[in-house]
């Protein structure tokens, strides 16, 4: 312990530094390589490889034979299509719904710690529930939304959602809405306070209406605020799986797979993990894409 | 940074276990033969067996072992049960075989998983015992022991489509396509039957287990001689016959999304005079909480008019024995007593499953507390197993797909089969 403090007082004050933020930094980044990078770099080698868990002793080197079989096949555009439908859809219905939320709870003046943990409590529920919940709701029998729509003369007769290619989607989209749009809500919720009230309040000096007010202070200034929104949602939209495993498996006739769920059904249903790992990094490269692309919009934007 | 965290996880787990796949059985060569248990007496066989079975809250099981255990007294069974559905056991028991662990030494083995598992060389060969007790056996589950021309496990209870039929309203139950058809017209509307049929076509296993039903139905067949030609009349006039069914207003749009648990509460609720359903539904149906209970028959299922028998999909479990076992005498004659007459009698009586062994569909007991076995006996005995290949849920992917696509006309049918055909024949040659 002696020893150890005349050696540090030796060392420059910089380097003494140095060493104790590395020290403090380790066990993170350390925690970070072994369960982050390692398995990126696994997988990436999986995915040059025939390995199949089922004929384990058969495994090989295959070059680039997994990727050619994916864009060869047209499951791949089929499900790359799907998230793409998945991933716009998604994100438009989050930003409306999202906004309605932080505008109500921006405007409210009283309740308001009732209404923001209320509005918190669908992101708060594990995605899978949410699945099974929305399932049931949609069930053609048994389901509450037949009933509803029935009731209040929407429709004559109930409705089989889930195996109509495109109610199908639309049901997955607002599963995935409701679960998402608390999130998306707060954020805009944050951007809308720091907007200067002075702002609002010359505007309506100046003779501004409401809808002026919007498009003029409130978009502009929470320009920042939805490009990242946008940035966490799209890479979240790419990679999900929850819902659709709960509500669809894919289905109707595979319109509603997406890439990872195709990626787990290569992984885990047809214990193929050469396949399985290929897709898994060609979604790994997708979502750098994505970031790459969003931080270099905000950044120019700053 | 979220997405890279949450996919290294699953990778890392997906690591985890290929990993373990990689370095297990490299020591031991697939199939060594288990006939060292001949000639031994019982009380010459000793130690201990662990014994891996999915979740069993009727206790027939520890009856079963409790009976083992007074012919062989000097065998210590370990019995372990494992939590979650057929797909979770087939996870934890896959982590511990692919490792090349010697235990669990017997496990109850999906029947589905037993090319795969012996493909891998995971599962020890008794096809000299079984051979020796073929004939007590049903022919349909017994065949689905078997990889190849070698055998694998030991059948422990069976799983075939049935139909369901409303005993208070249908005398006799359809045997063809066509009286299905005139019986559900005639009922629907009536009596609170807003359905004539009810099966599953979820996309998943579902749709495979019922279309090839209906295929086989109507004469047509799946994998033969080591090809897959399905794009041909019988398979054809299934998807027609299917669509027919909805178009008609017989069976609900919504069959297209419907599991087991989903066409059992329609049944239950009295709206449907027929369904196509796994065993378990009797019991379900004949429950309390059901609304047709005492009003269910049950029988085999109709046949198409180009097929001449009925065919439903086999499903249910086997017995099988980890080949990398250190107790291979006492574990073989474990599996081999839990698959006898007097283990499967009680695993009948206690938890109601379908025995495989013929003589217990003719046990005095059991038909007099259970007297619906003797009306699926001949679905039992006709049934048919799913393709038996290394990889069926690679074979089974394609199926559920392009059913599907056909089903709800993206494709049309000849070109959805033909797709199809070439698929699952490129899928099978990737497995060679």
Redesign the interface.
Known sequence: MCKMKTGMKKMSREKRDNIIGYSLIAPSLILLIA??????L??VS?SFQY???????N?HFVGFENYITLFKSE?FLEVLRNTAVFTVLSMVFQLIVGFAGALLMNGAKRFVGIIRTAVLIPWAIPGIIIAYMFSFMF????GVMNQLFQTANIISS?V????D?TWAMVVVVLADTWKQFPYIALMLLAGLQTIPKELYESAAVDGAGRISKFFRITLPNLKGVILIILL?RT??A??IFDIIFGI????????TATLLYQAY?Y???????GL??AL?TI??IL?LACSIIYIKVLKTDD | MKMKKVLSVLLSTAMAVSLAAGCGNSDKEEGSSADSSKGAGASDISGEVTFVSGNDQTGALDEMIAAFNEEYPNVTIDHQLLPGNSDDVKKSLMTSLAAGDSEPDVFECDIIWVSQFAAAGWLLDVTDNLEAKADEYLAGPLSTCYFGDKAYAYPNYTDVGLLYYRSDLVDTPPATWDELVEMSKEHIGKDGIDYGYIFQMFQGEPTSCNMLEFIKQNGGTDLVDGKFAMNNSNTIESLEFVNSLIDDGISPEGVLSHKPDDSRAIFEEGKALFMRNWTYAYANANADTSKVKGNVGVTALPVGPSGTESSGTLGGWNFAINANTENEAASVAFAEFMSSYDAQKISTMVRSTFPTAAKVYEDEDVLTDKPYLADVRSAADNAKPRPQVRDYSAISSVFQVYFHKALTKELGYEDAMEQMDTELNAALEKMK
């Open positions: 369960i982050g990078i390692v398995p990126i696994i997988t999986y390995r199949v868990l089922t004929d384990p002793l495994t499951t069930n053609d029998q048994l109930p089989a959602w889930l195996t290619r966490f890479m979240g790419i990679r669809t498996g894919g289905g109707p006739a595979n319109s059904k992984l885990f249903g047809d214990m193929n993990f399985g790992s898994s979604i790994t979502i």
